[in-house]
């Protein structure tokens, strides 16, 4: 199985920094991947698919990049609402594996 | 507009098992997969399987073989997650999450609110 692999686990930064995400899949994914945010007590929701497509309605201060096995995710100026939780995911095929997540805080 | 909702929170005993359902309106339903992902208490997210509403097909991960069923009732736009042989390490949140496609892509789009299973003695 493909394995997914998230970096850092949690980070702090102050409102207006840029933040930068990292996922790593155990084999060659190709763009097949997505990245979703988790807010506290909430539903995850869709970011980012095709390693780099926003997804309708995201904020474009959101980005992504990468293929293959290597994979970021980024938040140009991080704003007080994008405390969450954020989760990779592969869906080169099954199983549809999560990173482990980073929990982003301010 | 898309909507996925779930059933209520459950508690339940070890070695029972446990039906969850997730009931969609606002889009035509055999025509998206339904997937199942799970959630333990402070951890991540967890992926489990996937119906294809269309056929009744399904398929799940490794770890979940032999004790998750994934069906649907297409008179209802209903799907259900059944897990069995409930252990105390199955206490989570589980949702279901429509798939949606775009230029080969596939990703969750829309998410049921979840439901809460509690496995305790």
């Known amino acids: 199985d493909i394995q997914m692999t998230q970096s850092p686990s949690s980070l702090s930064a102050s409102v207006g920094d840029r933040v930068t995400i990292t996922c790593r899949a155990s084999?060659?994914?190709?763009?097949?991947l997505a990245w979703y945010q988790q807010k506290p007590g909430k539903v995850p929701e869709l970011l980012i698919y095709?390693?780099?497509t926003l997804h309708s309605g995201v904020p474009s201060r959101f980005s992504g990049s990468g293929s293959g096995t290597d994979f970021t995710l980024d938040i140009s100026s991080l704003q007080p609402e994008d405390v969450a939780t954020y989760y990779c995911?592969?869906?080169?095929?099954?199983?549809?594996?999560f990173g482990q997540g980073t929990k982003v805080e301010i | 507009q898309v909507q996925l909702v779930q059933s209520g929170p459950e508690v339940k005993k070890p070695g029972a098992s446990v039906k969850v359902s997730c009931k969609t309106s606002?889009?035509?339903?055999?025509?998206?997969?339904m997937h199942w992902v799970r959630q333990a208490p402070g951890q991540g997210l967890e992926w489990m399987g996937w119906?294809?509403?269309?056929?009744?097909?399904?398929n799940s991960a490794q770890k979940f073989q032999g004790r998750v069923t994934m069906t649907r009732d297409t008179s209802i736009s209903t799907a259900y997650m059944e897990l069995s042989s409930l252990r105390s390490d199955d206490t989570a949140v589980y949702y279901c999450a429509r798939v949606g496609r775009k230029y080969g892509h596939e990703y969750f789009d829309f998410w049921g609110q979840g439901s809460l299973v509690t496995v305790s003695s």
């Open positions: 095709g390693a780099s």
């Open positions: 995911q592969n869906y080169n095929g099954a199983p549809r594996t």
């Open positions: 119906v294809n509403p269309n056929t009744g097909g399904a």
């Open positions: 606002g889009y035509t339903f055999t025509n998206y997969y």
């Open positions: 084999q060659d994914i190709s763009n097949f």
